[in-house]
């Protein structure tokens, strides 16, 4: 087997760890499994369990930035072993308190938080790993882990209705020592490997580059010690910090090459452009020298500007990655605060990322309201059996929209030269479907279709919106950008399920033993979709807006290398 073969094989054991971590990453949206019993229990009205449920969002999104940051500096396997013991020690006090019966509210949101956090990390990692070892097909490599995540919820409702019916206790039990296990066992198989290419050269095109002729074999030996380092050199680690290490080790490995065996085959391609032999010669002789004055082994195929600026394992084989525009830009930290493209892409993100998690986090909530009204005499286990129904159906339905738009969005932009916004298009109309249906069915056997759009909707979002991200601002500082990106739902999500939470208790009555009920179905939660309804309409119409920005935007980017290539 070839080194390229094990390379290959190797990033394929990757994308399947980063998948099992990230169905581990997705629990969140499996609250509304249990979070109408606990809330029972436990005595809590609507909006206090909206609160615990919202802390988990608050974990997920609000430290998006300084999760990226750690996973651009430190590499994405230390975010993985974190995000798994926090995990762990975020459920289990859960499954305590209910076990109890009483816990207080603030240490709740808390434990709930940690859950939110450690599923961001370790998701952060999976994505960001999938994202630099397929750079040729990133859509649809990201589209796996995100679709797992998406997924996540299903995953751990279908083995609690399976092992667990009825019981919130060992339900929660489940969640803390699955998703510390899935996340741990896939911490040992996550690697950031280098793409891998025999020869390496310059197309004659790329601007920037030193304008050499020659090809460099790099010998198995070598490949087999760039595949193999890890830590401070890993690749997908930020190039201000790992950039320099990389390259000085790769200078180091081709100095005792170099000194051991002389194994480099250096081949000029033929006289191009009837250039003079003489020209060449100086050339191969410049070359020489600037490998004998300390550079590493590629300074004869690229400036110093090209190599600072690429990924760490990516300078070794700059003409086989995907030079598209993802790797010729890199906005981040306040220039990415002060382009207009990312308030852009914040406030649809902002808009139609709440509109799903309100549902998301209350479908529970629907369920109970229709059903007891529907049927007052149905018991607490088959309400929990159609609450965990529920939730399968929202996160087949967001595993689903995420595969879809990945993979879609890479047919998108490769075959029909069309913008991936487009895929935010067709979110923004199937959450209006969403919130249509939830408006109008009384019949709890018809609830179905609100959270299978709902999920459907919330995947394609999620599905496609990384890619936008790398495409718009740069794969460089994927993460880090991806966190600012993931603050909006703090704020919508906030603001839609604490009003949701609101209407709810102004319709539902507190009993005689403490438990708040709503029987007026419908009616229950009608108000907190009319607003959602709105809010689609808001988002559809800023998505349009964003596409014809961005057109108008890349148009004038390529008149204006046309000019200066005259």
């Known amino acids: 087997m070839t080194l390229a073969d094990q390379l290959y094989n190797a990033r394929m054991v990757s994308s399947v760890a980063a998948t099992i971590i990230s169905l581990a990453c997705g629990t969140n949206y499996v609250y509304s499994a249990w979070a109408p019993q606990f809330a029972d229990k436990l005595l809590l009205s609507a909006t206090e369990s909206n609160l615990i449920g919202l802390a988990g969002n608050l974990g997920m999104y609000s430290m998006g930035v300084p999760v990226g940051l750690f996973v651009d500096s430190k590499g994405p396997r230390p975010a993985v072993m974190v995000g798994s013991f926090l995990l762990g020690l975020g459920y289990y006090p859960l499954h305590q308190a209910y076990d109890a019966g009483h816990g207080s509210v603030p240490w709740m949101c808390f434990v709930s938080y940690l859950t939110g956090l450690g599923g961001c990390m370790a998701f952060a990692a999976a994505v960001k790993t999938s994202a630099l070892n397929w750079p040729h097909h990133r859509g649809t490599a990201t589209a796996f882990p995100l679709a797992a995540f998406g997924l996540s919820a299903f995953f751990f409702a279908l083995i609690g209705s399976i092992f667990f ?20 066992a896939g911490f040992f198989f996550l690697r950031v490997l280098p793409p891998h290419s025999p020869y390496h050269a310059v197309p004659d095109a790329e601007p920037g580059l030193v304008d050499s002729r020659e090809l460099h074999r790099t010998t198995s030996e070598e490949g087999k010690a760039r595949a193999g380092r890890g830590h401070a050199s890993e690749p997908g680690m930020s190039s201000s910090t790992s950039a320099t290490t990389n390259n000085t080790k790769v200078t180091q490995d081709a100095s005792e090459q170099e000194e051991a065996e002389a194994t480099s085959i250096r081949e000029p391609l033929p006289n191009p452009k009837g250039r003079s032999p003489g020209a060449v010669e100086n050339e191969e002789e410049a070359a020489s020298g600037n490998r004998d004055g300390g550079a590493d082994e590629t300074s004869s195929l690229l400036s110093q500007s090209t190599l600072s600026s690429s990924l760490p394992g990516e300078v070794l084989v700059q003409s086989s990655v995907d030079m598209d525009r993802s790797h010729r830009v890199d906005i981040r930290g306040i220039n990415l605060l002060k382009n207009l493209e990312f308030w852009q892409m914040f406030s649809i993100m902002g808009i139609l990322s709440g509109i799903g998690l309100m549902t998301i986090n209350n479908i529970g909530n629907d369920v109970t309201a229709l059903w007891k009204h529907y049927d007052d005499s149905i018991d607490d286990k088959t309400l929990v059996l159609r609450q965990q129904l529920h939730v399968s159906i929202l996160s ?14 890479d047919f998108l932009v490769k075959v029909m030269h069309a913008s991936r916004v487009w895929c935010l298009v067709i979110a923004s109309g199937i959450f209006s479907l969403a919130q249509i249906c939830a408006l109008n069915i009384t019949n709890p056997h018809l609830l179905g279709f609100v959270s299978g759009f709902s999920g459907l909707g919330y995947g394609f979002l999620f599905g496609v919106f990384p890619s936008i991200v790398a495409e718009s601002f740069g794969i460089h500082g994927l993460s880090q950008n991806w966190g600012f990106m993931t603050l909006s739902p703090v704020i919508s999500s906030n603001i839609f399920n604490l009003f949701y939470g609101a209407v709810f208790d102004a319709h539902s009555v507190v009993g005689s033993d403490g438990v708040s009920s709503c029987a007026d179905g419908l009616m229950c939660y009608w108000a907190a979709y009319v607003v959602t309804l709105g809010a689609c309409g808001l988002g559809f119409v800023v998505t349009l807006w964003v596409i014809w920005h961005q057109r108008k935007t890349r148009l004038a980017e390529s008149a204006g290398k046309n000019r200066a290539q005259e």
Do not use: D, E, H
């Open 165 to 184: 019916p009825g019981s919130p206790s060992k339900f929660l039990m489940l969640l803390a020592y699955g998703t510390f296990g899935l996340t741990f």
């Open 396 to 409: 087949i339905g967001s595993f689903s929209g995420r595969l879809l738009s990945g993979v879609g969005s």
